[in-house]
C-alpha cells in the first residue's frame, strides 16, 4: 500500500472489461469500496472474485510479496479461508494495465471470501475476540520467517512512525479540543514508550486487523479469515493485537473489556514480553490519533471518498472515554491476570 489515497480513475465498465480480457474474468460487477485499491467483485453467489487495480504508486513487489505470504498462511492453516492469487490468460499473477490518462497500474484477481465484516457484529463476544487474537498470533508465527525486500518501505500506517505522522498531520484536525486530546495521548506516549522501544520484538505482521478487515461467520462467533494486507510491515510484534483491539473497543458499551479479551487470545498463542504488556494501552491510544490524523489528510486529498470517513466519530469517542481513565488503571484493565 502506498501513501496516496487518490483512487484509480476506471469505471465499471472499464474494469469489466479488463477482467474479461487480462482473467477470463465474466458475470455481474459491482465496485466494492477501498481506501487507496479499486476493487470490483465479479461473478455470481456460486463464484465470486474480487479485481483489484492497485493506486499507482503501488509496487508491483509488493503484490509479489502479498502472493507469497497469502500461500505461507494458507500452507500453515492460519485461517478457515485464505485468498490465494487467480492467474491471469498470460500465466501471470499480477497485470498491467493503463488508465485514460496513460497511468499505469497493477492488476491482480482474488477469490472473494464470504463471511460477515467484523463491522456488522453488534456485539462482540469474548469467545470471537479470544479467536481474533489467537489468529492474529498463528499469523505472526506463520511469518516468523519470513522477509521480502518489499517490505521496506515508508508507510504512514507503521506506528514506529507515529510522532512523525501527528507532527505532519495533526494541525489538520478541525478543532482546538480535539487537538489538545491528541496532544495528551501524544505526551503520555513520549513519556513511556519512547524510552523502551529497544525493548520491543520486530516481526512481519498484518498491521491493519480493523473492523473490514476481519471476517467471521454468519453467528459471528468464529473468524473465517482477514483480508487486505497491503499495509503488511515489519515493524513491533505488539502493534499486530494493539491495532485489533483498537478496532474492536469502538462504539462498545465497554471498551477495555473488549480489547482485554482479543488480547487474551493472542497471548495465549504467542505470549507478550512485559514492555509489550505494559505499553500495549499507550500504543492502542496512539494507533486511534494516528489514525484521525491520517484519515484528515486523506480526506483533504480525497473528499469524495467515503470509504475514509467510517471510524472517525467512533475514535473521537473512544479517545474521550480513555481520557477519564488513569493509564495504570487502563492497563490493568487490559491484562487483568
Known amino acids: ?185 501524544e505526551s503520555g506516549y513520549r513519556a513511556r514508550v519512547l524510552p523502551r522501544q529497544h525493548e520491543l520484538r520486530r516481526a512481519v505482521i498484518h498491521n491493519d486487523a480493523n473492523r473490514a478487515n476481519v471476517l467471521v461467520d454468519e453467528s459471528g462467533l468464529q473468524v473465517v479469515s482477514v483480508i487486505d494486507f497491503g499495509d503488511m510491515i515489519e515493524t513491533w510484534l505488539v502493534i499486530e493485537p494493539v491495532i485489533a483491539a483498537s478496532y474492536v473497543m469502538l462504539g462498545q458499551p465497554d471498551p477495555l473489556t473488549k480489547a482485554a479479551s482479543l488480547l487474551r487470545g493472542f497471548d495465549a498463542e504467542l505470549p507478550l514480553q512485559p514492555a509489550e504488556i505494559e505499553l500495549a494501552y499507550d500504543f492502542i491510544c496512539m494507533r486511534l490519533c494516528t489514525s484521525i490524523c491520517i484519515n484528515a489528510h486523506q480526506v483533504a486529498l480525497e473528499p469524495d471518498n467515503e470509504y475514509l470517513n467510517t471510524d472517525v466519530p467512533d475514535c473521537w469517542d473512544l479517545l474521550v472515554y480513555l481520557r477519564d481513565i488513569d493509564p495504570v488503571d487502563a492497563r490493568d484493565a487490559l491484562f487483568p491476570d
Open 1 to 185: 500500500m502506498t501513501d496516496s489515497c487518490v483512487l484509480p480513475d476506471f469505471d465499471t465498465t472499464e474494469a469489466g472489461e479488463i477482467a474479461r480480457r487480462l482473467f477470463a474474468l465474466d458475470g455481474p460487477i459491482k465496485q466494492l469500496d477501498g481506501e487507496r485499491d479499486l476493487n470490483f467483485m465479479i461473478g455470481d453467489k456460486d463464484e465470486r472474485y474480487v479485481f483489484k487495480i492497485a493506486n499507482a504508486e503501488e509496487a508491483p513487489a509488493m503484490l509479489e510479496c502479498q502472493h507469497q505470504v497469502f500461500q505461507l498462511l494458507a500452507d500453515a492453516r492460519v485461517f478457515p479461508r485464505i485468498a490465494t492469487a487467480r492467474e491471469s490468460v498470460n500465466g501471470n499473477l499480477v497485470e498491467q494495465v493503463r488508465s485514460s490518462s496513460g497511468i499505469a497500474h497493477a492488476c491482480r484477481v482474488l477469490p472473494y471470501i464470504e463471511g460477515r465484516m467484523l463491522s456488522q457484529v453488534g456485539d462482540l463476544q469474548p469467545g470471537l475476540l479470544q479467536d481474533i487474537g489467537r489468529r492474529l498470533a498463528l499469523l505472526d508465527r506463520a511469518l516468523e520467517s519470513f522477509s521480502h525486500p518489499a517490505l521496506e518501505r515508508p508507510l504512514l500506517w507503521r506506528m514506529d512512525n507515529a510522532l512523525d505522522v501527528l507532527d505532519s498531520f495533526k494541525s489538520l484536525v478541525a478543532s482546538n479540543q480535539q487537538r489538545e486530546t491528541i496532544d495528551y495521548f
